[in-house]
């Protein structure tokens, strides 16, 4: 089991049907469990809307409640993972997709409840084996594409494709999970910045950027060069400040010219200079493009033609001195009409057009502009239990000083007094600096003070207790322990 401060404990029942067995993973939109039907007894993945950013569960409760002015955000939050929930039950036919069979609101959130994909990801495959050939993930790759698809031209993005969310099941076949993150094409910005470093685009490191298919495809192709050489693409903000993307040649990956350059196109930190859609993409990744013609070489010149051509190379050298003399006469026509033009403009200058830009290409400007003139800082949260209350916040403030960080305390016999037993951002936990604004602590207050009978003749004090019997009044000893 896996162990989690933000999540469930086994044994809990959710809605009176599921059996929280344990942990699968844990995200900056929710908890996804092990669970398994009460009645009977059927394994499922049961994921819990609980946002890093907006969301805190209710200490010794299963009761999350949003943070403190941010009511609004939560709500909204919930809203769109039920309705993306729906969407997707609409879907569950498609291919590659993880199905989703129900949804429900409970304990002050939402649940999903999802198909159990026995297996690893595709982060720990590659950690383990390396990268994968090209045709063969290109198998496995294309029924996700096909029904990414279908699913974007229904108005779903998922906004977080990545290495993580790519399951590879016991039937070999691969799977997209966690649409916790997905979002509606139609409202077209997002205030909550929570992403993976190296497979998101510029525009989501904005906190109003515009999102659309193209961020997929972005997400798309940088798994796709993880699962070819093993390794995380350089990041979209060092690729900003000027850090090339190394290729995969110079990985040890051998591809044909047009797979990277799909790939690369793909990765495009413009936005309107990528694939616009999977459906171009999956034809880019699959279909190589025809060879151009190669130029067509001249006919062999007949006797006609060859002394056509020798007739002008002799008659070349009596006209040459004709043509400079024209050649003159254009030049000072041509001087003479610049210097006209040129007092025109002058006396009636043309006001410049602004020039037109695509929504996502304004979004990717917008970041470049917004991140290369402010360093954005990706923030890993440290793991504190176990720490003194001033350590931790110390080591909290170092890696982020904007963040709010806030102590309870409870009593605990398993855990030292004034040392921290839980947090409610999980330990390693990446985010942009300023995205999480608020980090519960809660500290051990020493195990509670206990009454126990005892016939030690010290510490003592004459307590009298009525017997029902005897009708008469006896004497006990009791101490406190110390």
Same mark, same amino acid.
């Given at each position: 089991?896996?162990?989690?401060?933000?999540?469930?404990?086994?044994?809990?029942?959710?809605?009176?049907?599921?059996?929280?067995?344990?942990?699968?993973?844990?995200?900056?939109?929710?908890?996804?469990?092990?669970?398994?039907?009460?009645?009977?007894?059927?394994? *499922?993945?049961?994921?819990?809307?609980?946002?890093?950013?907006?969301?805190?569960?209710?200490?010794?409760?299963?009761?999350?409640?949003?943070?403190?002015?941010?009511? $609004?955000? /939560?709500?909204?939050?919930?809203?769109?993972? *039920?309705?993306?929930?729906?969407?997707?039950?609409?879907?569950? /036919? +498609?291919?590659?997709?993880?199905?989703?069979?129900?949804?429900?609101?409970?304990?002050?959130?939402? /649940?999903?409840?999802?198909?159990?994909?026995?297996?690893?990801? +595709?982060?720990?495959?590659?950690?383990?084996?390396?990268?994968?050939?090209?045709?063969?993930?290109? !198998?496995?790759?294309?029924?996700?594409?096909?029904?990414?698809?279908?699913?974007?031209? %229904?108005? *779903?993005?998922?906004?977080? #494709?990545?290495?993580?969310?790519?399951?590879?099941?016991?039937?070999?076949?691969?799977?997209?999970?966690?649409?916790? &993150?997905?979002?509606?094409?139609?409202?077209?910005?997002?205030?909550?910045?929570? +992403?993976?470093?190296?497979? $998101?685009?510029?525009?989501?490191?904005?906190?109003?950027?515009?999102?659309?298919?193209?961020?997929?495809?972005?997400?798309?192709?940088?798994?796709?060069?993880?699962?070819?050489?093993?390794?995380?693409?350089?990041?979209?903000?060092?690729?900003?400040?000027?850090?090339?993307?190394?290729? +995969?040649?110079?990985?040890?990956?051998?591809?044909?010219?047009?797979?990277?350059?799909?790939?690369?196109?793909?990765?495009?930190?413009?936005?309107?200079?990528?694939?616009?859609?999977?459906?171009?993409?999956?034809? &880019?990744?699959?279909? &190589?493009?025809? !060879?151009?013609?190669?130029?067509?070489?001249?006919?062999?010149?007949?006797?006609?033609?060859?002394?056509?051509?020798? %007739?002008?190379?002799?008659?070349?050298?009596?006209?040459? $001195?004709?043509?400079?003399?024209?050649?003159?006469?254009?030049?000072?026509?041509?001087?003479?009409?610049?210097?006209? #033009?040129?007092?025109?403009?002058?006396?009636?200058?043309?006001?410049?057009?602004?020039?037109?830009?695509?929504? &996502?290409?304004?979004?990717?400007?917008?970041?470049?502009?917004?991140?290369?003139?402010?360093?954005?800082?990706?923030?890993?949260?440290?793991?504190?239990?176990?720490?003194?209350?001033?350590? $931790?916040?110390?080591?909290?403030?170092?890696?982020?000083?904007?963040?709010?960080?806030?102590?309870?305390?409870?009593?605990?016999?398993?855990?030292?007094?004034?040392?921290?037993?839980?947090?409610?951002?999980?330990?390693?936990?990446?985010?942009?600096?300023?995205?999480?604004?608020?980090?519960?602590?809660?500290?051990?207050?020493?195990?509670?003070?206990?009454?126990?009978?005892?016939?030690?003749?010290?510490?003592?004090?004459?307590?009298?207790?009525?017997? *029902?019997?005897?009708?008469?009044?006896?004497?006990?000893?009791?101490?406190? !322990?110390?």
């Amino acid at each position: 089991m896996r162990n989690s401060e933000r999540g469930l404990a086994a044994g809990i029942i959710v809605y009176g049907v599921y059996v929280i067995e344990s942990v699968l993973g844990e995200g900056g939109f929710g908890v996804t469990y092990l669970a398994s039907k009460k009645d009977t007894g059927q394994t *499922v993945a049961l994921k819990e809307y609980y946002p890093l950013v907006y969301g805190l569960r209710r200490p010794g409760s299963c009761e999350i409640e949003p943070v403190p002015g941010k009511e $609004a955000d /939560y709500e909204r939050g919930r809203e769109r993972f *039920v309705r993306e929930a729906s969407v997707l039950r609409e879907f569950c /036919y +498609l291919e590659g997709i993880v199905k989703v069979w129900d949804c429900f609101e409970t304990n002050g959130t939402a /649940y999903i409840i999802m198909d159990y994909i026995d297996g690893i990801t +595709l982060k720990e495959y590659v950690s383990c084996h390396g990268g994968m050939g090209y045709d063969e993930w290109m !198998d496995m790759l294309s029924p996700i594409l096909k029904s990414l698809i279908t699913l974007h031209k %229904h108005g *779903v993005i998922h906004r977080d #494709i990545s290495p993580d969310n790519l399951m590879i099941g016991m039937d070999n076949q691969l799977y997209l999970i966690d649409f916790g &993150a997905a979002k509606e094409i139609e409202y077209g910005k997002t205030t909550t910045v929570l +992403l993976k470093v190296g497979y $998101a685009p510029p525009e989501q490191y904005l906190h109003d950027g515009e999102m659309g298919a193209w961020t997929d495809v972005y997400a798309i192709c940088a798994t796709i060069y993880t699962a070819l050489c093993g390794k995380a693409p350089v990041d979209a903000v060092a690729r900003l400040q000027g850090k090339a993307l190394v290729p +995969l040649e110079d990985q040890g990956v051998m591809l044909e010219v047009w797979q990277w350059n799909a790939i690369q196109k793909g990765m495009r930190i413009r936005a309107a200079e990528r694939f616009q859609n999977v459906e171009e993409l999956y034809e &880019a990744l699959t279909v &190589a493009p025809k !060879d151009e013609e190669l130029p067509t070489i001249m006919d062999v010149t007949t006797d006609d033609k060859m002394q056509e051509q020798m %007739h002008r190379v002799s008659d070349r050298g009596g006209k040459r $001195a004709i043509w400079r003399r024209v050649g003159v006469i254009a030049v000072f026509t041509m001087l003479v009409c610049g210097i006209a #033009i040129w007092g025109v403009q002058n006396r009636n200058p043309v006001k410049a057009q602004p020039e037109t830009a695509t929504t &996502a290409d304004t979004a990717t400007e917008r970041a470049s502009e917004e991140i290369s003139t402010e360093q954005v800082k990706i923030c890993t949260m440290p793991d504190v239990v176990g720490m003194s209350e001033a350590e $931790a916040r110390e080591r909290i403030i170092r890696e982020d000083n904007k963040i709010q960080i806030t102590v309870e305390r409870k009593n605990s016999s398993q855990m030292d007094k004034d040392l921290v037993m839980e947090q409610t951002v999980a330990a390693d936990t990446k985010y942009n600096e300023g995205a999480i604004t608020q980090v519960v602590l809660t500290v051990s207050d020493g195990a509670e003070a206990t009454t126990t009978v005892s016939s030690k003749p010290s510490n003592t004090q004459d307590t009298q207790k009525y017997d *029902v019997k005897s009708n008469k009044k006896q004497t006990a000893d009791f101490y406190l !322990d110390d």
